[in-house]
């Protein structure tokens, strides 16, 4: 293919444009794939559901800066089961109808698909075949199988992001991975010779950047943001904190977050009580992406402190361009991609996972050494720019999908 512009549909099963990570990721993937002069669409085959309804743009077909995005079912997805169902056959069936019009109108050259299921992935490459276009699959997460026999909708999840994988997705033609392990993993199940890009994750820095802000010592903030479950680490975290802060009582902790169904930010409160740091930790529960980059700004030290596990080895943060835009260093544990990107005490704190001595160690560490953040800072800052600002991966990215459209 050598049309410089090519039309490129990317399909996503969520709220689009905004709606917690995954919406960012493919709100700046496809601003990275419109810079270098594509045509891009997002097409979303269900209604938004969930999340903070006031954060989205609630219309059939609209745009994004350069971006345009249109829903192919209903606007808000039904909450009651039959409600849902409709939502999903309506949306798919228009789906293949939309992509076929696209194809025959000239404005189809590329599909992306933002993660894989059996159902999904399935339509996609019927398509694909048929049109004889190409296909590229974004794996931004791993599934872990649930242990034990029981039938749960963990255990469903899982097999449906197996077989997807496996069975299905081989008939792609290329993927978009969030870690090393993922693209392995993918290389092994799908057993033949196709193109992998490894992609941490894509932003906008701007959102976040601010100027450095010196320790204040009259009180001293470590901040999260995100999910705060035990994937994340936050019982490590306040276990840290309420060593941590004994020694250095002029500490507090911000957690930012929560789930949407069924909070936790009541056991996490409990458990605070039982540390004895209740006085000392604030927890926000869920808020609007819009207020995130001021609450993280008022931090002087931010903290990722997942545990071991396969989650934490096969994922990569996206929090962590969204720390470094805001230009404050870093406690994480050495998970998965971790080690192989950073170096302890040059762009963040190393620690150890599931050691909780060692990730206070690390925040004493910051405390006890002021003049060490703004090195941290500034370095992380770097790879940042050069590894997720949207604007400087684009031209990665693009020379990534030539190579497959021309495969």
Not at 139 to 152: A, D, H, R, T, V
Not at 193 to 206: A, E, I, K, T, W
Not at 248 to 260: A, R
Not at 303 to 331: D, I, Q
Request: aromatic residues 10%.
């Amino acid at each position: 293919m050598d049309k410089t512009n090519k039309y490129i549909k990317i399909v996503y099963y969520g709220n689009f444009p905004y709606g917690g990570a995954s919406a960012n990721l493919v709100r700046y993937f496809s601003l990275a794939l419109s810079l270098q002069g594509n045509n891009v669409e997002v097409v979303l085959p269900t209604g938004v559901s969930g999340g903070n309804k006031a954060e989205q743009i609630l219309v059939r077909k609209g745009s994004i800066e350069q971006v345009r995005f249109r829903r192919l079912s209903y606007i808000l997805h039904p909450r009651n089961p039959l409600g849902k169902l409709a939502d999903y056959l309506i949306g798919s069936v228009n789906q293949i109808i939309y992509l076929f019009q696209q194809s025959l109108s000239g404005k189809l050259d590329l599909i992306i698909q933002y993660n894989t299921t059996v159902i999904s992935t399935l339509i996609l490459v019927i398509v694909k075949i048929i049109l004889r276009k190409k296909l590229i699959i974004i794996l931004p997460e791993f599934y872990e199988k649930p242990q034990g026999k029981k039938i749960s909708f963990a255990l469903i999840k899982w097999y449906d992001f197996y077989w997807g994988l496996s069975c299905i997705s081989k008939k792609a033609d290329g993927f978009i991975t969030a870690s090393h392990y993922l693209k392995a993993y993918a290389l092994t199940h799908i057993k033949r010779n196709v193109r992998v890009m490894v992609l941490p994750n894509v932003m906008d820095p701007s959102v976040f950047e601010c100027e450095s802000k010196p320790f204040i010592n009259a009180q001293i903030t470590i901040g999260y943001t995100g999910t705060p479950t035990r994937k994340d680490g936050v019982g490590d975290l306040l276990l840290s904190f309420s060593k941590l802060h004994r020694e250095f009582p002029m500490t507090h902790l911000l957690v930012i977050g929560d789930v949407f169904k069924g909070s936790v930010i009541p056991q996490l409160k409990e458990e605070a009580i039982k540390l004895g740091i209740s006085d000392n930790v604030t927890f926000t529960g869920i808020v609007q992406f819009s207020d995130i980059p001021k609450l993280l700004r008022s931090c002087q030290i931010l903290a990722l402190t997942r545990p071991s596990g396969v989650f934490a080895e096969a994922g990569f943060p996206t929090k962590l361009g969204e720390y470094f835009a805001c230009m404050r260093p870093v406690v994480i544990t050495k998970v998965g991609d971790i080690p192989k990107y950073f170096k302890d005490q040059v762009h963040v704190i190393l620690v150890n996972p599931d050691d909780i001595e060692d990730i206070t160690r690390g925040f004493i560490k910051l405390l006890t050494d002021i003049s060490l953040a703004d090195y941290l800072c500034g370095n992380a800052y770097s790879w940042m720019i050069e590894n997720l600002a949207y604007k400087q991966v684009s031209k990665k990215i693009n020379e990534f999908i030539e190579v497959v459209l021309q495969r």
